[in-house]
């Protein structure tokens, strides 16, 4: 069973920044897309970034371009979101996501998912 575990969520003002961590247990991160995908208050869950299993293609919705980075790191098995110039519509419980196949659109447009963590919550207010 793969387990995936968020860190690096928390409280920042506005302009701020955040950096948010997957790693995986039971299963090398490395096997699979992954994406981070984040329930604000009041709305449904939302795919914000994507990464393929290489790291040569990334999906981010349009409200996050240009501010949040999804990286992974083959050598750490961990994907990160760095998340800049926060704003308050950022708040929400952020989910890391695996899946095996077939691609970051199947992930982030069509909510793909095998695996889903627990969830961090990121909280942006000044």
């Given at each position: 069973q793969v387990q995936l575990?968020?860190?690096g969520g928390g409280l920042v003002q506005p302009g701020g920044s955040l950096r948010l961590s997957c790693a995986a247990s039971g299963a090398s991160l490395n096997s699979?897309?992954?994406g981070w995908f984040?329930?604000?208050p009041g709305k449904e869950r939302e795919g914000v970034s994507c990464?393929?299993?290489r790291g040569e293609n990334a999906y981010y919705?349009?409200?996050v371009k240009g501010r949040f980075t999804i990286t992974r790191d083959r050598a750490k098995n961990m994907v990160y979101l760095e998340m800049n110039s926060l704003?308050?519509?950022d708040t929400g419980v952020y989910y890391c996501a695996a899946l095996v196949?077939?691609?970051i659109e199947q992930m982030c447009v069509r909510?793909?998912?095998d695996y889903w963590g627990k969830g961090a919550t990121v909280t942006v207010s000044a």
């Open positions: 575990v968020e860190s699979f897309i992954v984040r329930r604000a990464i393929s299993i919705t349009d409200s704003e308050p519509e196949f077939p691609s909510n793909g998912v």
